[in-house]
């Protein structure tokens, strides 16, 4: 079993979806299988139906966007996940999987962070920004975008070869903030982490 594409923190209140895909051993078809997500209390939150083919570049993993929706107060969530009951005599066991997810209240302000090199002022792509649990990367502009509550956030960027010193940000507002990042050289080829 495998989900992905669960956003998270998703709004409290609000509709998202996740996939989830299914593969057998054996690459058994499973085309038309039912799988279903429930919540902490073991009610059924949502299900769907495997299609037709596996996903693109795997040979077995047949998926589902399931639809589902966000939990009506804030907080930290954990639901199961796994295909209906089979029915009887099949040849495939239980199998599951957990999914975390936060909830948030609804954004609030909208908060612009642009990433540039300290040196030049060029904007930096692809710069991996984190402002607390809410994540996005800079577009070739330089600019990650946030829909945001109120509140003060911890923003770290990460992209090798770059970093800058942690902030500190107090949303109360609509808001733009520039980060200048300096150039490090990397020493091992093989380290991709340096966090700005």
Known sequence: MAVWD????????QR?????????????RLTGKLVEVRNEAGTRVGEGSLGDAPWPG????????VFLEAPPREGSFT?????VAPERGSSH??????????????????????????DTGDPIDRVEVCMGIYRASTDDRGIARFELPSG??????????????????????????RIEARYVPQTDPDDQRIWM
């Open 93 to 118: 066991g239980p199998s599951s999987a957990v999914v975390s997810f936060c909830a948030v209240g609804p954004p609030e302000h909208t908060v612009a962070v642009e990433v540039v090199q300290d």
């Open 16 to 28: 998202f979806s996740a996939k989830i895909g299914v593969t057998c051993s054996a690459e058994c």
């Open 6 to 13: 669960l956003p998270t923190p998703v709004v409290i209140g």
């Open 58 to 65: 795997t040979r077995a993993l047949y998926w589902a966007e």
């Open 152 to 177: 003060e956030f911890d923003l770290i960027a990460c992209k090798p070869g770059f970093a800058t010193d942690p902030a500190t940000v107090d949303v109360i507002g609509d808001l733009e903030v």
């Open 79 to 83: 639901w199961s996940v796994g295909p």
